[in-house]
């Protein structure tokens, strides 16, 4: 008999299918009633699968009494409450991959996306505007001050790329890097005020909730550009929107949101934002790699061998 499990929410479709395949799959993001729907298949269910936006709580693990797995798709465990798992004796796993790259395009992608007005230039065509006049013109990277606030692999990647295009660099950490030649700015406002356009790329913890608030996009400026590739919640949102709105700075590219996937109506009518779908890590290639591991752990697991990739690692029989 198939091992039954929990997904939690939609993952890659292919990952879906080869779960379908191996193991009786419960899809808890179609359930009217998530709660009920759990409690019909408590009584079977092993494995649960998640994400690392997603996470899981103590509820779930309560609802869960045949739990002994989570396979989260995905790297971050911020949402995981690893301490119940823990005292359940419950296995955590996740996919670790190198996103760095793929990150770093996006960021560059986003940054020459909003300066070049790249996507209101489009709407401006397809709006049959054009014979009406010229589009208003955007600004240059070259000669532009890219600040970076987190110089690990991501921060490290999107400095490179920003150099291509004749950005000079300058980044904000908790310390300095010994083998990082740029700027070091221990202020995050002065490196703000120098900046033609700030990325984030930290993680998110406690110290970094709200780092960037009225104060920091008002350092930025009505010229500065605010790009965000790390996690919504190290930007103040209604600061954010609120110097959108009064012009105090030029414009923001964004892949994160305080409240994915739900996004601000306000953000949404604005012409100078660009705003994806937290599309990072979205390609081919790093979804492929996520699902062999995904199911590599889960198969490890059922087969009685250690898993591959833990988090949380009980002693298994």
Not at 33 to 44: F, I, L, N, Q, T
Not at 55 to 63: A, I, K, Q
Not at 89 to 99: D, F, K, Q, S, Y
Not at 150 to 172: L, P, T
């Amino acid at each position: 008999m198939k091992p039954e499990i929990l997904v939690l929410a939609s993952i890659y479709p292919p990952a879906i299918a080869e779960l379908e395949r191996e193991f009786t799959v419960h899809k808890l993001w179609t359930a009217a009633d998530p709660d009920a729907y759990m409690k019909e298949v408590s009584g079977r269910v092993r494995g649960m699968v998640t994400t690392g936006l997603v996470g899981f709580g103590r509820r779930h693990l309560d609802m869960l009494p045949k739990l002994e797995i989570i396979a989260c798709f995905g790297i971050g465990h911020e949402g995981m409450d690893l301490a119940a798992a823990r005292a359940r004796g419950v296995v955590v796993t996740n996919t670790p991959i190198a996103i760095a790259q793929s990150v770093a395009d996006l960021a560059l992608g986003l940054i020459l996306t909003v300066m070049r007005r790249i996507c209101e230039s489009d709407r401006f065509v397809r709006a049959g505007k054009w014979p009406a006049g010229p589009f208003p013109m955007g600004w240059e990277l070259a000669g532009k001050t890219c600040g970076i606030i987190g110089m690990g692999k991501i921060g490290s990647a999107i400095a490179k790329r920003a150099e291509v295009f004749g950005m000079s660099v300058c980044y904000h950490g908790p310390h300095p890097k010994q083998d990082v030649a740029y700027p070091y700015h221990s202020d995050l406002e002065s490196m703000a005020r120098l900046s033609d356009c700030l990325v984030v790329a930290c993680p998110a913890i406690p110290a970094t909730r709200n780092l960037i608030d009225a104060c920091m996009l008002d350092a930025l400026g009505p010229e500065g550009f605010l790009i965000n590739v790390a996690r919504g919640s190290i930007v103040d949102e209604q600061a954010l929107i609120a110097a959108l709105n009064d012009g105090r700075i030029a414009g923001m590219g964004t892949d994160v949101f305080w409240d994915e996937p739900r996004v601000p109506a306000e953000l949404t009518r604005m012409e100078n934002v660009v705003i994806v779908p937290h599309i990072g890590s979205s390609t081919r290639e790093i979804r492929e790699e996520r699902q062999a591991k995904l199911l590599a752990n889960l198969r490890a697991h059922f087969s009685g061998k250690p898993v591959l990739t833990p988090v949380l690692a009980i002693a298994e029989k």
